[in-house]
């Protein structure tokens, strides 16, 4: 063996991997202007009902699984509406009617044909987990909400991820709280990888919210509004939700690369006990 190939085979492998990721980035949330993700010379919503207002709402996919949460499902079956397009009719008409918040749309499950228009910026790069063999990690993914729908539950993104966020229209305010601020944010006990979200039972911008939470006056929350235009850099383990403050329409994606890689593989592997328990007989029902 030559001396160069011994030297390089005892280098960190993931050192030796090219990174750009501004370490700046990783400190707080960081929020920029940039060229729109949607490189397309037509309006994104045109485009998506034209090659996929057919789909029935029931069919779309999100990378976690749903897209409209099962508490919101009634608010389509009052309007009968079934398709995608739906939908996006009444919400570019501005109804008065109130639409489910449509979430997690992936791109690679939903929309493969318009999944090239969508390009990041650089500061969400590089990330090894863009592709569509990562979407469960990835994304990305499209989020179109009326005026007053919100996330609801104070949460972190699964596996140790950053998540970049874009503002294609509207405006979203987003509630952030850091890492170490998990013990003042009543977590469910055991939410955790795989199975569930790492929620907190607080929804954030409701009223009274520190009369039934109290120990929420020891955190550290900070508010950012995103408009049109606007890019949001979440660094991993940001407690965060979202309010739309206008109909909104935004994307997102989850960046995993040299700086978070090893953490993200360390809580895939945590969850893989947890997945083999779940799969006894004995615990299946549970
Ligand atoms: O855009 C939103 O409303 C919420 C997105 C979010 O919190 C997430 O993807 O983790």
């Known amino acids: 063996m030559s001396m160069s190939h011994a030297t390089t085979f005892t280098q960190d492998p993931i050192a030796r991997l090219p990174d750009a990721l501004d370490p700046a980035l990783l400190q707080a949330p960081t929020k920029f202007r940039c060229a729109s993700v949607w490189q397309h010379d037509r309006p994104l919503l ?3 009902t034209e090659e996929y207002g057919v789909i029935a709402l029931r069919d779309l996919v999100g990378t976690y699984g749903w897209c409209i949460r099962y508490s919101q499902q009634h608010k389509s079956d009052a309007l009968g509406i079934e398709t995608l397009g739906e939908l996006l009719e009444l919400f570019r008409q501005g109804t008065d009617q109130a639409l489910p918040y449509l ?30 063999w990562a979407d469960r990690i990835g994304g990305p993914e499209l989020f179109v909400g009326q005026q007053g729908t919100g996330f609801g539950p104070i949460h972190i993104d699964h596996v140790g991820v950053h998540v970049g966020f874009y503002q294609l229209s509207g405006e979203k305010r987003f ?24 929620n907190s039972r607080v929804h954030g911008f409701d009223e009274g919210v520190h009369e039934q939470y109290p120990l929420l006056r020891h955190a550290h929350p900070r508010e950012i509004s995103l408009r049109a235009g606007e890019a949001l850099f979440l660094p991993a383990n940001w407690w965060h939700t979202t309010l739309n403050v206008t109909d909104s329409v935004s ?20 969850g893989v006990p947890r997945a083999v328990s779940r799969l006894l007989p004995a615990n299946r029902s549970r």
């Open 175 to 198: 509630l952030l709280f850091p890492p170490d601020d998990g013990k003042y944010l009543y977590r469910y006990p055991g939410a955790e990888f795989p199975w569930q979200l790492r």
């Open 46 to 48: 045109d485009v998506l």
């Open 103 to 132: 979430m997690h749309l992936s791109l690679h499950r939903n929309l493969p044909r318009l999944r090239q228009y969508f390009v990041d910026p650089p500061q969400f790069k590089p990330n090894w987990v863009a592709s569509s």
């Open 251 to 270: 994307y997102s994606v989850r960046i995993v690369n040299k700086s978070n890689a090893l953490s993200t593989l360390a809580e895939y592997a945590r």
